[in-house]
């Protein structure tokens, strides 16, 4: 499409919206000025698609526009959705729904505008009092039998973002069919078709007892209540960054027996804009900041926060120096997976049956100690919600006892499916208190899983490309990567394996082909080299850019080889961004 055509496309949408009654007034003031605007750019980017469910569901930008977060998209959304479960349950009463939010500016809003349309349509509505953590939703929908759920959470994107988590019966957000079943009930809805006015007595408020349930929910997470007993005053330093995590997770850390427990005071203030960090992502270490100011402040064994939905964690702890080190998700999934399973089975909790799961894109290290081990690891696509189609799929036949990804999200048990921060941060806890009755920290354990199955470096490249443009280009490059720029070589080492999870194919060096078994097709690229080099490509689900996942190994004998290892390792890295011309 000629970009003439894309503006006048645009242009016929936005003037629906800023004429018809059906919108409010400032609504259609800021539709009218992006018309008026000689530059076309933000009202492209408004209107030239309508936000679709991703990985995540819907997320976008909030503002007015059909590529916006405000209460028309949302109102079209949980008509459509809430016209599907009527559909999917159809001759079954009672029909419920758990609804929630996070801090984010227009979370109530949202969250009651959804409440009430699902009320309007006759489905009663477990409305949570205020703000709650992401997991916490997903627990509320098991633990209530509702047919799904809606959290109202941008999860850790910046200030200007919102969006809106669809959830099934079973807790764990939509896959398929459901996800293109509620998208095609959702493109059928019209604005006038959304039921806007709720009905009271299908709306029911909760909140502290539920967080009563969860909070017995999260202490089957624990592995060793006894080595929590011995290090009770492990000295944890803790930060919801502005979010969900604020009450609940204190009060989680309490009830495992641990007692010496500081908060971030600037960060325990609900805000939706995030006024004390760049973005609320636990991810970036300026994001971890304060934590570890008040960490040296009141020498503590360790920082942690979650972030704004509390799904996700970081964890900060004390190297060889004394300084603070931040953990990437990568080495947190890996010290899960070795913790539970060395230490399920030194208590003899292991009976055979266990499994672990990862995405595609995280550390191969949790294969091998899966291997050594002798317990099953599982790979799955990125997004907590193929993790929990796992749980589904082996339930009373296989025990699930853990599974992650490297972007920081952990998941230690099942009652919840979708990560979650309360349940890992009380894990990660016991795990620094089984470290520090065993002489170490939370770092040595780090080296001592490298010695004994190997060292390797993740780095994780986002390249951003925003609007329409951005979208155009990420797809291209996809393309060029199954075409003409396929690599042969990635840092030097040539590459013996290709997966194509688009094709659902594995190639190898010489050109035999093979077929994945998976799920589905998902836009993911795999390479593997020669000398253990993996890279994943993949856009992003939930925003404007596309991801290179890199994992690199390096010799590292003794502890004292671990900075020589990692400067290897991040030669070798910038070496393979070079092969990939990024």
């Keep these: 499409m000629e970009n003439q055509d894309l503006i006048l496309q645009c242009e016929a949408v936005a003037r629906v919206w800023a004429e018809s009654p059906l919108y409010d007034k400032e609504t259609q003031a800021a539709v009218r000025a992006m018309l008026e605007n000689d530059d076309k750019t933000e009202l492209v980017d408004a209107f030239y698609r309508t936000l679709e469910f991703g990985t995540g569901g819907l997320r976008g930008i909030m503002g007015p526009g059909t590529n916006r977060m405000n209460k028309y998209i949302v109102g079209a959304a949980t008509q459509g959705f809430a016209n599907y479960i009527l559909k999917a349950f159809a001759g079954r009463s009672n029909l419920s729904v758990v609804v929630g939010h996070d801090c984010r500016n227009h979370g109530r809003e949202f969250a009651e505008t959804v409440a009430n349309i699902f009320s309007a349509n006759g489905i009663k509505v477990y409305l949570f009092e205020s703000l709650r953590p992401t997991p916490e939703i997903s627990f509320a929908i098991r633990h209530l039998h509702a047919q799904a759920g809606v959290n109202v959470t941008a999860s850790h994107n910046p200030k200007e973002y919102n969006g809106y988590k669809a959830y099934w019966d079973d807790g764990a957000q939509v896959l398929s069919p459901h996800d293109t079943g509620i998208i095609d009930e959702v493109n059928k809805v019209k604005m006038e078709d959304v039921k806007w006015t709720g009905n009271p007595d299908l709306i029911q408020i909760i909140g502290g007892e539920m967080d009563w349930d969860y909070l017995q929910a999260v202490k089957e997470a624990m592995v060793d209540q006894d080595v929590i007993n011995r290090q009770k005053d492990l000295n944890i330093v803790y930060t919801p960054l502005h979010g969900t995590g604020r009450v609940i997770i204190p009060e989680a850390l309490r009830s495992w027996g641990f007692q010496n427990i500081h908060v971030v005071p600037e960060q325990m203030v609900i805000d939706g804009n995030f006024p004390t960090v760049v973005s609320p992502n636990p991810e970036n270490s300026e994001a971890m900041t304060l934590g570890m100011k008040l960490g040296s402040k009141l020498n503590a064994d360790l920082v942690i926060a979650s972030d704004p939905d509390a799904d996700r964690l970081a964890i900060v702890c004390r190297n060889a120096k004394g300084e603070w080190e931040i953990l990437n998700g990568n080495q947190t999934c890996m010290m899960f997976a070795w913790y539970i399973i060395a230490n399920k089975k030194k ?25 050594k081990n002798k317990v099953e690891l599982m790979d799955c696509y990125t997004g907590f919600k193929w993790i929990a189609a796992l749980i589904r799929e082996n339930e009373g036949v296989k025990k699930y006892i853990g599974g992650g990804e490297e972007s920081f999200g952990f998941l230690p048990f099942d009652k919840v499916r979708d990560k979650d921060s309360p349940a890992s941060i009380c894990l990660i806890c016991e795990i620094a208190a089984w470290a520090k009755d065993n002489g170490k920290t939370l770092y040595d354990l780090l080296i001592d899983i490298y010695l004994e199955y190997g060292f390797a470096y993740n780095h994780t490249i986002n390249v951003v490309r925003p609007g329409k443009t951005g979208a155009d280009e990420i797809k291209q490059m996809m393309a060029d990567f199954r075409g003409v720029k396929a690599p042969k070589e990635l840092g030097g080492s040539p590459v013996v394996c290709t997966k194509d999870y688009q094709a659902l194919t594995v190639t190898d060096a010489e050109g035999k082909t093979e077929n994945l078994d998976m799920p589905a097709k998902s836009n993911v690229l795999q390479w593997y080299t020669a000398d253990g080099t993996k890279v994943s490509v993949r856009p992003s689900g939930t925003e404007p850019k596309i991801k290179f996942y890199i ?11 671990y900075e020589n290892a990692m400067a290897a390792a991040q030669q070798k890295v910038a070496a393979v961004q070079a092969s990939l011309g990024i």
């Design 551 to 561: 994992e690199v190994q390096a010799p590292m004998a003794t502890a004292a080889d």
């Design 347 to 371: 208590l003899g909790q292991l009976k055979g049956n266990e499994f672990l799961v990862k995405t595609i894109v995280t550390t191969e290290l949790i294969k091998c100690i899966a291997d």
